[in-house]
């Protein structure tokens, strides 16, 4: 197994600490604390939208069948791009709720991981 070349990782950690920077001169403000709600259970965000985006799928599938649409069941990419955004949003109330449990009850050591 080779190691990960510099025209990977130049460009990739470069600018995660660009972003790191300027996150820190922007912490406070209201943005920056709605990506900080992200940040604070990223696992549990994850598979919440996988089951979502399944239920979703199956609903579809249910409802209208099978190849609808070209882009992932849709018929044009921007609106591929809105419903992640509003799946983005709606999936916000209960990641903030599990950071928040994550943050008060520290005592069970299993959320952690998510």
């Known amino acids: 197994m080779y190691p990960p070349s510099l ?5 990739t950690l470069g600018l995660g600490l660009i972003l790191l920077g300027l996150f820190e001169k922007l912490q406070a403000r209201a943005s920056i604390a709605v990506l900080a709600v ?17 239920a979703m799928y199956l609903l579809a599938v249910f409802i209208w069948g099978t190849n609808q649409g070209a882009y992932f069941g849709f018929d044009h990419l921007p609106m591929v791009w809105l419903w992640s955004a509003v799946l983005g949003v709606v ?21 952690k991981y998510f």
């Open 38 to 54: 992200y940040g604070g259970a990223p696992m549990f965000f994850y598979l919440l939208h996988l089951y979502v985006l399944k």
């Open 91 to 111: 999936l916000f109330f209960p990641t903030r709720w599990f950071a928040s449990l994550k943050q008060r009850r520290r005592d069970i050591s299993m959320l």
């Open 7 to 11: 025209m990977f990782l130049l460009p």
